[in-house]
């Protein structure tokens, strides 16, 4: 069973008296331990469709199966939880509090699950840790490099065990050394922890590092292929 269907998702938003629908029946199926980037210009959908995948949106039409439950029939609660526990995120900009540690902002996600403290602490640590920042912990986003901030987004984005990590633009305001350190990263979740992986690009060098490469257009999508030359970072 994919871990993330779409059926003929439609999206509009309200423009003026009228309608402009930005979505028009996209149909994707992902299945678990997958790594897919979505690509596209600006305005082709694949934000829209990021969205709606991290229940961040909703269609206007269609169905979305999460896990094999459709989403629209969960209530808000049950929305709050699946997502919580289903779906960890990663932005181009880290969306870190500036005045928190690094390992308090790692919690946060176990927090709203009701984690004891001690639990929260050791599973932070734990996720920091992978990411290859456990001499970190305790600065400051303001004392970290770029790569070191998104590193924590990434430990924040996995520390809850969701299945699921979706990144959008993750390496947007990073320089092509870092961008290439913060890939290996992701593939190697992908290939060690079995995380699926679904990351939004404009850039084809970030996009070869996924297995399968969607493009989108005008509301559609006109390609959906695997990636037959996965690149391989040199870092």
Do not use: W
Request: proline share 3%; aromatic share 4%.
């Amino acid at each position: 069973m994919a871990i993330v269907e779409l059926r003929d998702i439609r999206k509009s938003f309200r423009m003026g008296e009228g309608e402009l629908e930005v979505l028009h029946g996209v149909s994707l199926s992902v299945e678990r331990t997958e790594f897919i980037a979505m690509m596209g210009p600006s305005g082709s959908g694949k934000s829209t469709t990021m969205n709606i995948l991290g229940c961040l949106d909703t269609p206007t039409s269609g169905v979305y199966l999460l896990d094999g439950r459709e989403v629209a029939l969960l209530d808000r609660d049950e929305l709050a939880t699946v997502r919580n526990g289903m779906i960890g995120f990663v932005f181009q900009g880290f969306n870190l509090l500036q005045r928190t540690t690094a390992l308090a902002n790692v919690e946060m996600p176990l927090l709203y699950s009701g984690v004891g403290l001690r639990e929260r602490h050791r599973r932070a640590m734990e996720a920091l840790a992978r990411v290859g920042l456990d001499d970190r912990m305790r600065h400051d986003p303001s004392q970290l490099s770029g790569g070191q901030q998104q590193r924590v987004a990434i430990a924040r984005g996995i520390v809850n065990r969701a299945p699921i990590l979706m990144a959008d633009e993750p390496t947007g305001n990073l320089d092509s050394r870092t961008s290439d350190e913060i890939m290996k990263l992701f593939q190697e979740l992908n290939e060690e922890e079995g995380i699926t992986i679904i990351l939004v690009t404009h850039e084809p060098d970030v996009a070869s590092y996924a297995k399968r490469i969607i493009h989108f257009r005008d509301g559609v999508i006109i390609s959906d292929e695997k990636n037959k030359n996965v690149r391989r970072s040199v870092a």
